[in-house]
């Protein structure tokens, strides 16, 4: 099985928000096995649907969806499955795993407040 992972944020008008996702998906890339793609709910490309395709035509059979959320919103709880549902239709032969929002594991809410505590 070749995985693919997607970075899955909220996306913004402003180009320079997307810097520190550029970044982590860079880092990520060197820690995994399989291709890294950015992926952005509004303002920004690619879009998911763009990203898995991407993931699909270089050969990932399954892709892990990352979202890059602190939490649970009206954006993961609604948006995000109805997106995950539409590409899952698109690209049937994938597998597809929406995993929680990043900032609800216990070792990134240590990190950040490592992070504030340290005054990084």
């Known amino acids: 099985m070749k995985p ?5 944020a909220h996306g913004s008008p402003d180009r320079d928000w997307a810097r520190p996702l550029q970044q982590l998906a860079a880092t990520l890339c060197k820690k995994l096995e399989g291709p890294v793609e950015l ?3 509004e303002f920004m490309e690619p879009t998911l649907e763009q990203a898995i ?3 699909a035509r270089s050969g990932a059979d399954a892709v892990r969806i990352v979202p890059v959320f ?10 995000l499955p109805k997106l995950v549902a539409a590409v899952q239709m698109k690209h049937a ?3 597809i795993r929406l995993e929680p ?6 070792s990134v809410i240590e990190a950040i407040a490592a992070a504030i505590a340290r005054g990084a």
């Open 70 to 79: 602190l939490g649970q919103g009206g954006h993961l709880k609604q948006d």
């Open 93 to 95: 032969k994938l597998s």
């Open 53 to 55: 395709a991407t993931l």
């Open 4 to 8: 693919g992972t997607v970075l899955f």
């Open 39 to 41: 992926a952005y709910l």
């Open 101 to 106: 929002a990043i900032g609800e594991q216990a």
